[in-house]
């Protein structure tokens, strides 16, 4: 089985009669459409395409300039084999997760239906199958928008599509059932542990699917982490005829047990028999693996692991990866659950909703403890059919996950009070309803699984979950706060969170969610809220990252994401993307996600800042070098420096695991070395990159061969990692050299103060960053050049939309707010000759949508180039500026 070599699980060579479990992903026929009897032979799926699972239709749709995806019905249509030796078996199709409704047809026949796009869930296809032969599998599935079924919305695409591994199971017709919302039929309670003594509580979900009453023999065999067989119980058992039947809870005590935690993640493994009644034939086996750790949320000293304080560090993650969307295969889940115990994290927040199985063996195996909830997200549909869908998708996420140590919380009813939809008498009565649905919810959770804590993650509005009467319904509160991101500034949630703990002193609380976007391709020396640069992320965690330490009531965080994934409504830097990863789509890491290593490696660490920022640009501070700064992290006291190998002088000192260092730049490629000692071993970190110097002063100086490229109303970098081209920030024109003549930068209003750029999905372009700022007002842009031949390009954008803008909920009022589209009319004249006359972006060209215009120009004398803007109507505008000299 690929999930046990993957993990290096123990493997007992025991042959089991009859037992047989693989996957069938592959050649199946898709139709990304609706089909008039989807599950009929006499479809011609002759051309269809051939697709493997994992699988989704919105890999592509979900990130072009067409607003929305396709949210609808689906087909996969495959002839599966099932050889002669499965009959008189049981045979089973075990589903890991199909977004979100389906439908099994087995040779033109229902097997059933599932709701809820993040379960488990299988069929018992026996009666459905012929054996010897082909056997035709179609399966209805569709991501189409149900009131009645969570999530209905959310600040992520509902990719559609069989997205995780689909398998057939064949069992004896005596077997340990999978019929208990698809778990594994063996349930591993440790109801108490101490550091001498442990007891382990066993119960199992047994089928008989013969006619007739039977007995069985049923063992179960306890081994240490090394594999030393340490205790077993057994028994005989009645099974009554095509019946499933809960054997008796079995329990063992053991002595020392060695404990599980994040430092020392060690597995026991059970392995469970059953035999028939003479255990000479064994009929089937279940290998499950479980640890031991008690553990305590308290509301004024946080979380206890068996027994000492821990503070729980984190993220939460989505199944996203670039050009996959959500069917992601095994070996991607394995990567960030790597990625984030090398970070030193401790803590996963399975956000919004429970991911594939492997991503939870590992984090059993890794030591990261867990919080898995259900995909109730902003609100509910009142009502008894959501909620029975909730209640089922909880004994599906508790049953599935529940022997698994990591797991510490089960959550539900994600910022459930975001977007309430009424208002007045009728608000209340909706409260009153979500506070229904919350009770019903957790006193399910509670009887399922006593063992473990309870969580709301509420958004940051204490008075929105007073008025549904929420504090007191979960046992734990987790906050959602983004003060300095989408409002407000960093001190705002200290302010936030003692005011909480002032008034809520015995609810234990983990900030479940914050964060800053980052835009990896974007750079600033001043950065501002929603510059969506690094630099201003980095300002954000270290304010947060201190606040979350000093305060021993907050029992953890976790940072809101691990990766970059998608959310198809957005626009920002980067369409389609909410960039608060600190690892990108494509998992390369931000300058976030070394400060968090270097603050939690136990290893020692030194990891420079900004590494993915290859090219890099900027104007000359003096004695043909640019100066500008970098951050180096590091758990070390001090760091030394050689820049093209030339020290910088001193050590630097590492202060809370930043060192800030000014880097003379040259021109060309500039290397960079840090280094410091540990314990007599010499630690180090590489950098390098290629610098565009652009002259101090144009006069007399040849400009680079990428030219000067200029990014105007925007004191951001921004690097063009497809062409290698750096954009650098504007500057006032002075004489000899370039830059803009009057003017203002357009900066668009929102509830929390105007914005350093737009927030529009610029249309035609991946370029966004370029259009979505700019000068407005203004009278000339100059550059003064020597005689030559030179090609300029102007680069437009309109950036007042056509139509009002939907608001996302999840930007909490930061939405960027524009006036109504007025005639924008002017005149464009390159050294007194017009290039452009009477020119209207909007109506020429269209709004938000990029616009290049390319001007070749041949400079006879010393008088450079001069690009004069003349106002026939409202104001002109410039959003960027490029010149290269052809020769």
């Known amino acids: 089985m690929k999930k046990l070599l993957l993990f290096s699980l123990l493997f007992f060579a025991v042959f089991v009669h009859g037992q047989k479990k693989y996957s069938i992903n592959e050649s199946w026929k898709f139709s990304r459409a609706p089909l008039e009897e989807g599950w009929k032979k006499s479809i011609d799926d002759k051309n269809r395409e051939i697709i493997s699972i994992p699988h989704t239709w919105n890999d592509k749709d979900a990130l072009d300039d067409m607003p929305g995806y396709y949210r609808g019905v689906g087909w996969y249509r495959k002839n599966v084999f099932i050889d002669n030796e499965s009959e008189n078996k049981t045979m089973y199709i075990y589903f890991e997760g199909v977004n979100q409704e389906m439908e099994l047809y087995v040779n033109e026949q229902l097997v059933g239906k599932h709701k809820g796009g993040y379960t488990r869930f299988c069929f018992n296809i026996t009666p459905f199958i012929k054996c010897g032969t082909y056997n035709l599998f179609a399966i209805k599935v569709d991501n189409a928008y149900n009131a009645a079924i969570p999530p209905l919305s959310a600040d992520f695409t509902f990719f559609g599509g069989i997205y995780r591994d689909v398998y057939l199971i064949r069992k004896e017709k005596i077997h340990i059932s999978p019929n208990d919302f698809a778990s594994s039929g063996v349930y591993v309670k440790t109801p108490r542990v101490s550091a001498d003594e442990a007891l382990v509580e066993v119960k199992t979900f047994l089928s008989n699917k013969f006619p007739r009453n039977e007995k069985i023999r049923l063992e179960h065999h306890f081994y240490s982490p090394s594999g030393e067989e340490i205790a077993d119980i057994s028994g005989s058992l009645r099974l009554l005829s095509d019946t499933d039947t809960w054997d008796d809870s079995k329990q063992v005590k053991v002595k020392n047990p060695q404990l599980w935690s994040p430092d020392s993640p060690v597995l026991y493994t059970l392995k469970t028999l059953v035999w028939d009644e003479k255990g000479k034939i064994l009929l089937d086996q279940v290998v499950s693996s479980f640890g031991f750790r008690w553990f305590e949320f308290t509301a004024d000293k946080g979380f206890f692991l068996n027994g000492k304080p821990l503070k729980l560090i984190g993220t939460n993650r989505h199944q996203c990866y670039e050009n996959f969307g959500f069917a992601l295969r095994d070996e991607m889940h394995v990567k960030d659950i790597l990625l984030l115990k090398e970070m030193g994290a401790n803590f996963l927040r399975v956000s919004h909703y429970p991911q594939d199985p492997v991503l939870m063996d590992l984090c059993d195996k890794l030591g990261i403890l867990t919080s898995v909830e259900i995909p109730i997200v902003n609100a509910i549909t009142e009502g008894q059919e959501f909620l029975d869908n909730s209640l089922n998708m909880i004994k599906e996420m508790v049953k599935q996950d529940f022997n698994h140590p990591s797991v510490v919380i089960w959550a539900y009813m994600n ?75 960093f001190a705002g949630f200290d302010t936030f969170m003692d005011l909480f703990h002032e008034k809520y002193p015995d609810k234990p609380s983990i900030i479940t969610e914050y964060g800053a976007d980052v835009d990896p391709r974007l750079h600033s020396f001043s950065p501002e809220r929603f510059d969506y640069t690094a630099e201003y992320a980095n300002l954000y965690h270290d304010h947060y990252l201190k606040t979350i330490i000093d305060r021993d009531y907050i029992a953890g965080a976790a940072i809101w994401n691990l990766n970059d994934f998608h959310s198809e409504a957005r626009g920002n830097a980067v369409p389609h993307i909410n960039n608060k990863g600190i690892t990108g789509l494509d998992r390369k890491i931000k300058d976030t996600y070394s400060h968090y290593r270097a603050f939690l490696s136990k290893n020692a660490v030194i990891l420079i800042g900004s590494k993915e920022w290859k090219i890099r640009g900027g104007v000359e501070t003096g004695n043909g070098k640019c100066v500008q700064p970098l951050r180096i992290y590091s758990n070390l006291l001090e760091i030394s420096v050689m820049v093209n190998g030339k020290s910088l002088g001193t050590k630097i000192p590492v202060k809370n695991n930043v060192a800030e260092i000014n880097i003379p730049f040259e ?101 966004d960053p370029l259009f979505q700022t700019q000068r407005e007002g203004l009278e000339s842009f100059k550059f003064d050049v020597d005689k030559g031949k030179y090609a300029l390009y102007l680069y437009w954008a309109e950036l007042v939309p056509a139509s ?23 005149h464009v004249k390159i050294n007194n000759e017009y290039i452009l006359k009477d020119f209207n972006i909007a109506t020429q060209c269209g709004t938000e949508r990029a616009v290049i215009k390319k001007i070749e120009i041949d400079v006879m004398d010393n008088n450079g180039i001069s690009i004069d803007f003349e106002a026939v109507k409202g104001k002109p505008v410039l959003n960027a500026v490029r010149l290269i000299k052809l020769n």
């Open 415 to 489: 910022e459930v009070m975001l977007r309430p939809p009424f208002s007045g008498e009728r608000h209340k009565q909706y409260c009153q309803e979500v506070n229904r649905q919350a009770r019903t919810i957790d006193g399910l959770l509670r009887k399922e699984d006593p063992s473990r804590y309870t969580m709301i993650p509420f958004h940051g509005s204490m008075t929105a979950y007073e008025a549904a009467g929420l504090f007191d319904v979960p046992q734990i509160i987790g906050w959602n706060l983004y003060q300095g991101w989408y409002g407000g500034t």
């Open 667 to 767: 021109n060309g490629i500039n290397r960079i070395v840090a280094s410091g000692m540990k314990d007599e071993h010499l630690i180090r970190d590489f950098y390098q990159c290629d610098f565009n110097l652009i002259p101090a002063s144009l006069t007399g100086k040849n400009i680079p061969v990428n030219g000067i490229n200029v990014m105007l109303g925007s004191s951001r970098y921004f690097e063009d990692r497809i062409s290698n081209t750096i954009w650098i920030p504007e500057q006032e024109y002075k004489a000899g050299n370039w830059g803009y003549v009057g003017g203002n930068t357009f900066r668009p209003k929102s509830n929390y103060g105007n914005l350093p750029a737009s927030d529009l999905n610029i249309l035609g372009t991946t370029q």
């Open 804 to 826: 009002k803008k939907e608001t996302l909920a999840y930007n909490l009022g930061s939405d960027a707010s524009y006036d109504s589209l007025e005639t924008r009319l002017f």
